[in-house]
């Protein structure tokens, strides 16, 4: 069973630019849920989808948006990006948010904006 | 924040047990203790969770203590692939933020040849 997919691994953006990141769950899972880590904040919670629907929002401007398709692929985008988005954003899925499922994470995009 | 406290980081020997400690006194009746572990420039990988009872799976056991207010995640025979950063995650199984996970800085374990 093929693991969740992130794509692309680096990415370099420069200031003011912006960005789409893609993420594949697991076959099944149906919700997807966005992380970004950088050394000094750590790992921080972004959003989640379930449904197509978003269940859950972090503390972060609105320059930071996702979406999720009916086959559950989910997109992250960040619009006017600054030297501070430097991180790397990973992807978590699971099969639903009702019970204790565990959270299986993707590799994450490194972006770096110079 | 986080509802958990850990050690910065510890050390431990090639084949022998590794003892993470974790402190949640602030725990609620129906929240969850969960471990987690993200080797450099992976993803955060599962490693076990449980609410009161110890719990031992292929990887790990974990011990909660009678009050719920710490844990102790044990890795019986540490191997150099072990070296990561370990969380420990209070979790509410129930509602709408169950895959909010709130992340502390970790335990960075580093297991010594």
């Known amino acids: 069973k093929a693991g969740v997919t992130q794509t692309p691994r680096y990415l370099i953006k420069t200031r003011g630019q912006q960005v789409t990141l893609s993420c594949s769950p697991i076959s099944g899972h149906r919700s997807v849920s966005w992380y970004q880590q950088t050394p000094g904040q750590g790992l921080q919670f972004l959003f989640e989808?379930?449904?197509?629907?978003?269940?859950n929002k972090g503390n972060f401007p609105g320059r930071f948006s996702g979406r999720q398709f009916s086959n559950s692929r989910s997109e992250m985008n960040v619009s006017t990006l600054e030297l501070g988005d430097s991180a790397l954003y990973l992807c978590?899925?699971?099969?639903?948010?009702?019970?204790?499922?565990?959270?299986?994470f993707g590799s994450g995009t490194q972006l770096s904006v110079l | 924040d986080a509802k958990t406290t850990q050690p910065t980081s510890m050390d431990c020997a090639e084949g022998r047990a590794a003892n993470l400690p974790c402190n949640h006194s602030t725990i609620s009746g129906n929240e969850y203790v969960y471990w987690y572990r993200q080797i450099h420039s992976q993803g955060p990988q599962y490693i076990i969770h449980?609410?009161?009872n110890n719990e031992t799976n292929e990887m790990a056991s974990l011990i909660i203590t009678e009050d719920r207010k710490s844990s102790t995640l044990i890795l019986p025979h540490a191997t150099l692939r072990d070296t990561a950063v370990y969380y420990c995650i209070v979790r509410t199984p129930y509602g709408g933020a169950t895959n909010k996970l709130i992340f502390g800085t970790g335990t960075l374990l580093a297991v010594q040849p």
């Open positions: 978590a899925s699971s099969l639903d948010t009702s019970t204790n499922e565990k959270l299986f």
């Open positions: 989808y379930f449904s197509e629907t978003q269940r």
């Open positions: 449980g609410l009161k």
